[in-house]
T-cell receptor, first 114, second 113 residues
Framework: DGGITQSPKYLFRKEGQNVTLSCEQNLNHDAMYWYRQDPGQGLRLIYYSQIVNDFQKGDIAEGYSVSREKKESFPLTVTSAQKNPTAFYLC?????????????FGSGTRLTVV | AQSVTQPDIHITVSEGASLELRCNYS??????LFWYVQSPGQGLQLLLKYFSGDTLVQGIKGFEAEFKRSQSSFNLRKPSVHWSDAAEYFCAAEGDSGYALNFGKGTSLLVTP
């Protein structure tokens, strides 16, 4: 079945470490997105990519980095510059023709700083 | 600035009662509108979406939403709530950032026996 796979489901980071969250889709979607979710804050956009080798900052990009070397993959790196990384991270994707296909979300990665 | 507002942080309803979750948007033009549901620790599941046409939209799990341009609203309704409907509900609208969705802060639904 087609969908978005996020891994790992749970991730623990020590202070000063960089960690990378994986997002893979087999839906042949063009655009991919990373959101951060905190209690009571809804989902906030970190980065997005509409085509391979191109990506743009969202509303809260500081302390994060991404790459889009393949259409299927959009990994997110949480760097040591992100001072409060503990959150639930969601990846999403869509076709350009999202009127017909909408958006698909992964099941999320919960990152905790230890 | 574009924004989506869900005025109710928490709502409690009795099982079998009707439900209405409110959503207002602030955009220059009518955006694409969505309602998603999220169970604890899970991703988001699309309930319904509105792009154009009929202002009453039917979704999955017995949910519907009504788009009202004059009120900039897109409220979600269900005639009879089931205990399994307890979850977090998010209203979203498509924004300018590569079609990324702007989300409201969510409404947490509690269903009592």
């Amino acid at each position: 079945d087609g969908g978005i796979t996020q891994s790992p489901k749970y991730l623990f980071r020590k202070e000063g470490q960089n960690v990378t969250l994986s997002c893979e889709q087999n839906l042949n979607h063009d655009a991919m997105y990373w959101y951060r979710q905190d209690p009571g804050q809804g989902l906030r956009l970190i980065y997005y990519s509409q085509i391979v080798n191109d990506f743009q900052k969202g509303d809260i990009a500081e302390g994060y980095s991404v790459s889009r070397e393949k259409k299927e993959s959009f990994p997110l790196t949480v760097t040591s510059a992100q001072k409060n990384p503990t959150a639930f991270y969601l990846c999403a994707s869509t076709f350009r023709d999202r009127a017909n296909y909408g958006y698909t979300f992964g099941s999320g990665t919960r990152l905790t700083v230890v | 600035a574009q924004s989506v507002t869900q005025p109710d942080i928490h709502i409690t309803v009795s099982e079998g009662a009707s439900l209405e979750l409110r959503c207002n948007y602030s955009y220059g033009a009518t955006p694409y509108l969505f309602w998603y549901v999220q169970s604890p620790g899970q991703g988001l599941q699309l309930l319904l979406k509105y792009f154009s046409g009929d202002t009453l939209v039917q979704g999955i799990k017995g949910f519907e939403a009504e788009f009202k341009r004059s009120q900039s609203s897109f409220n979600l309704r269900k005639p009879s709530v089931h205990w399994s409907d307890a979850a977090e509900y998010f209203c979203a609208a498509e924004g300018d950032s590569g079609y990324a969705l702007n989300f409201g802060k969510g409404t947490s639904l509690l269903v009592t026996p």
